[in-house]
C-alpha cells in the first residue's frame, strides 16, 4: 500500500527555494554546450504510473490538482522511480484549467477523458466566460496550482528544475467549444470561419489569461515553461498564421518581458509546416517536435530560417522530441536502436530529448526506464565522437 501523504506538510515559502543540483536541462535549453542531452517525457506523471493509479482510487483528478500536497506527491512520482535518469520534473495539472478558471465546468470522465457539460455554442456564450468581470484575478483563481509549484519546488529538494505549463489559445478554444476531445473539431473550427471576430476575441482573452498565469507561476516557483498547442496540426499553414501564430507568439512575449532568462518551449503538435515562423517570430527558446518530423530536416529549417532573418537580436533555437511514444511499446532492443538513431539526428548539441507526445496509459513503466537509459548512453556517446 502506498504510504499515506501528510497533507498538512507543506511549504509555501517563496523568499528561497534549495540550491538546484543538476542545471543540465537549463543549460541546454538556454543554448549552451552540455555534456549531454537531458531528458523527461511529456506526461511523465501519469496513468502508466501504479502508485499515480493508487493515489486516483481516493482522489479525482481535479482534486489532485487542487491539493498542493497531492500534486507534489504525484509529480515526484516519476523522479523517485527513475531517480537520476531524470532531468526535468513537470508540475502535475492539466491545460484546462484555464477554461475552469475563466468559468467553464469541466469534469474528466473515467475512460473518456475531460468533459464541458455547457461547452461555448455561439458567440452570445462569451458572456458566460468571467475573465472580464469586476474583480475576477488569473492569480486568485488559480492559486491552487501556484502553491502547488512552490510546494514542489521545495520538496524536489534541487534534484532537477520544475516545469510550469498552459495550453495553448486555439487548444483551449477548441476544447471550450467542443466540450471534450474531437476528431474533426468541427464546432470549434466553424467558429474561425462563420465567427471570426468572437474567435480573436476568445483567442486574445485566452491569451490573456494564459500569459498572466505562467508569470505567476515563474513567482510561485516554475523555472522554465512549456506551451502546448496540442491541436496545430487541425490547421493548415494560413490559418496557423492567423489563429495560432500570433497568440502563441503574444504569450512568449509577455511573459519574456518579465522573466528574460526562463526557458520557453513550445509544442506545436502536428504544426510542421510552421517551424520556421516558430523560430523566427516568437521568443520561444525551445521548439518541441513530434515525432512525424525528421529531426535532421527541422533542425536544418530553424537553423536557417534563423541565418537569413535580418532583423531583431541575434537568437539560436533548441529542439524537444521526439520519439514516437509508441515505439515504448516495442521490445527492449527496439526502443534502445530507435532512440539512439533519434540522438544521433538531433546531433550532438541543442536537443532535449523527450517522446514526440505523451506517455499512454497503456506504457509499460520499465519501458520508459530503458528509454530514460538509452538517451543518457547514447547522447553522452555522441559527445565522445564529436
Ligand atoms: C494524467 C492526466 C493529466 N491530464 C489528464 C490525465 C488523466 C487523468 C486521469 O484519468 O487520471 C486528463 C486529460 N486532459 C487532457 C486529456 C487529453 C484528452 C484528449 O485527447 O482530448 C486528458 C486525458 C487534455 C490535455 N492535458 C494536457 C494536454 C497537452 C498535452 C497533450 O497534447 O497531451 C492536453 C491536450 C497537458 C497535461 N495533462 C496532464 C499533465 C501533467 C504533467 C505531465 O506531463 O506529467 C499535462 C502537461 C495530466
Not at 17 to 30: I, Q, S, V
Not at 308 to 327: C, E, I, K, M
Amino acid at each position: 500500500m502506498a504510504d499515506a501523504i501528510d497533507l498538512a506538510n507543506v511549504n509555501f515559502d517563496t523568499t528561497s527555494f534549495p540550491a538546484l543540483k543538476n542545471d543540465l536541462y537549463l543549460r541546454t535549453a538556454r543554448g549552451e554546450e552540455t555534456e549531454r542531452a537531458p531528458v523527461w517525457c511529456m506526461r511523465q506523471a501519469g496513468r502508466y504510473l501504479p502508485e499515480f493509479r493508487a493515489i486516483r482510487v481516493e482522489n479525482k483528478f481535479f482534486k489532485v490538482c487542487r491539493t498542493p500536497a497531492l500534486a507534489t506527491e504525484v509529480t515526484l512520482q516519476p523522479l523517485r522511480r527513475y531517480a537520476t535518469l531524470l532531468d526535468a520534473a513537470i508540475i502535475f495539472c492539466d491545460i484546462l484549467v484555464i477554461p475552469q478558471a475563466m468559468g467553464l465546468e469541466v469534469q474528466l470522465v473515467p475512460g473518456k477523458g475531460p468533459h464541458f457539460p455547457e461547452p461555448l455554442r455561439t458567440p452570445d456564450d462569451l458572456a458566460r466566460l468571467v475573465d472580464l468581470k469586476p474583480g475576477f484575478s488569473v492569480d486568485a483563481e488559480l492559486d491552487y496550482l501556484y502553491k502547488a509549484l512552490t510546494n514542489t519546488r521545495h520538496a524536489l529538494d534541487g534534484q532537477v528544475p520544475l516545469l510550469g505549463f498552459v495550453g495553448a489559445p486555439w487548444t483551449l478554444m477548441a476544447y471550450m467549444i467542443e466540450g471534450g476531445g474531437s476528431k474533426t473539431l468541427a464546432l470549434a473550427k466553424t467558429w474561425l470561419f462563420a465567427h471570426r471576430s468572437a474567435a480573436h476575441e476568445l483567442l486574445a482573452r485566452v491569451a490573456d489569461v494564459a500569459a498572466q498565469f505562467l508569470i505567476g507561476q515563474v513567482r510561485s516557483g516554475a523555472q522554465a515553461l512549456q506551451v502546448f498547442e496540442s491541436w496545430a496540426g487541425e490547421l493548415g499553414p494560413q490559418d496557423f498564421t492567423e489563429f495560432s501564430l500570433p497568440y502563441l507568439a503574444l504569450i512568449a512575449a509577455r511573459v519574456k518581458a518579465v522573466f528574460p532568462d526562463v526557458p520557453m518551449t513550445v509544442f506545436a503538435r502536428g504544426a510542421h509546416y510552421a517551424l520556421e515562423q516558430l523560430a523566427t517570430d516568437t521568443l520561444y527558446d525551445v521548439i518541441s517536435l513530434d515525432w512525424t518530423i525528421d529531426p535532421r530536416a527541422a533542425r536544418r529549417r530553424v537553423d536557417t530560417a534563423l541565418a537569413s532573418r535580418t532583423n531583431g537580436v541575434p537568437r539560436s533555437v533548441v529542439l524537444q522530441g521526439n520519439l514516437d511514444p509508441t515505439v515504448l511499446l516495442g521490445d527492449e532492443h527496439v526502443i534502445r536502436e530507435r532512440t539512439a538513431e533519434m540522438c544521433q539526428a538531433f546531433g550532438s548539441s541543442r536537443h532535449i530529448a523527450n517522446l514526440g507526445h505523451g506517455m499512454m496509459p497503456s506504457h509499460d513503466p520499465e519501458r520508459l526506464r530503458v528509454f530514460l537509459e538509452a538517451v543518457h548512453q547514447s547522447s553522452a556517446d555522441l559527445r565522445q565522437q564529436k
